[in-house]
């Protein structure tokens, strides 16, 4: 789940201004190299001018905890270069809806036939959309990060070919791929997340596009859950996590996956593919489609 949630206290901030390229860069970096509660960060587009053209692009980070200046410079340096890093701000902050400033200046992400948006974009839905509305204030996983758009154009390309039974999102941070499939199939959607808060987040943006009833999360790690493991076999498992977890739970994922069942992971960088298909081919998967987008890598994997 890159994209993250709203990280635990987060009193501490990042600024920096740049060019699209290296704005999208660094705020991806900041992602991969923290866990989801510990940091987020998002980049979009300015009215400012930005020198050789274009508009500048603004990066926003937020850390649960202190940063640590040279480390993170570091980081930035790595993304970009040193004048990027050398511009960098860090500051307090105090408590505020950072999520909806940061969700105002992007536009809808359409995937196939899934169109995610905020409110301020409800006009924006046309009749056939299956339209996923966000609540900024409570969650930034928007459907904005390559990560959860190559999930939705590989499930908008499954959906084609047949329509699936059961579906589990692990990991569901704001709850977006479990809401599309609620939306699109009509029928429950079992969901959950390590984090408590994600939980609380993904059921009211449940509520919020109606589908309360069809997707209830719950707290697990992986399919700790005993109502997880309830819910199997399943015909789809999304898990738009990280390499690490991706590779760590591809036994218990794969156990509680039909026979004719499809698994479509996330939230690799393109450089963690290969370990990650060597996890699951010891499971007996092999990859049937793969989607890059921003530097992320999609998968469906199949048995």
């Keep these: 789940m890159p994209e993250g949630l709203p990280p635990n206290n987060a009193a501490h901030s990042l600024t920096l201004m740049s060019d699209e390229k290296r704005a999208r860069a660094v705020a991806d970096l900041i992602v991969e190299s923290f866990e989801p509660a510990e940091a987020a960060s998002s980049a979009f587009e300015t009215e400012e001018p930005w020198p050789g053209g274009g508009k500048g692009w603004l990066v926003e980070a937020y850390f649960g905890f202190e940063p640590d200046e040279v480390e993170i410079r570091a980081l930035i340096a790595a993304a970009s270069d040193e004048a990027t890093a050398r511009s960098a701000t860090f500051g307090m902050t105090e408590k505020r809806d950072w999520v909806a400033n940061a969700l105002a200046g992007l536009a809808p992400v359409r995937a196939g036939r899934f169109l995610v948006h905020g409110a301020h974009d409800r006009e924006r839905v046309r009749a056939n959309d299956v339209s996923v509305e966000i609540e900024a204030g409570l969650a930034f996983g928007t459907g904005h990060h390559g990560t959860t758009r190559g999930c939705l154009l590989h ?52 509520r919020l596009n109606g589908v309360g009833e069809l997707c209830r999360a719950v707290v697990s790690r992986g399919v700790e859950n005993l109502t997880l493991r309830n819910g199997a076999p399943y015909d789809v498992v999304f898990a738009n996590i990280l390499a690490r977890p991706l590779k760590l739970l591809a036994p218990s994922l794969a156990a509680v996956i039909a026979p004719d069942g499809d698994a479509i992971v996330s939230g690799l960088l393109v450089a963690d593919v290969p370990g990650v298909l060597a996890s699951w081919r010891a499971q007996g998967f092999f990859l049937a489609d793969r989607i890059d987008l921003e530097g992320w890598s999609s998968l469906r994997l199949r048995r």
């Design 155 to 206: 499930f908008d390309r499954l959906l084609k070919r047949r329509r699936p039974g059961p579906v589990l999102d692990v990991g569901c941070g704001a709850g977006v791929l479990a809401i599309a499939a609620a939306k699109v199939l009509r029928h429950k959607v079992w969901l959950g997340d390590i984090d408590p808060i994600a939980a609380e987040v993904a059921n009211a943006n449940a």
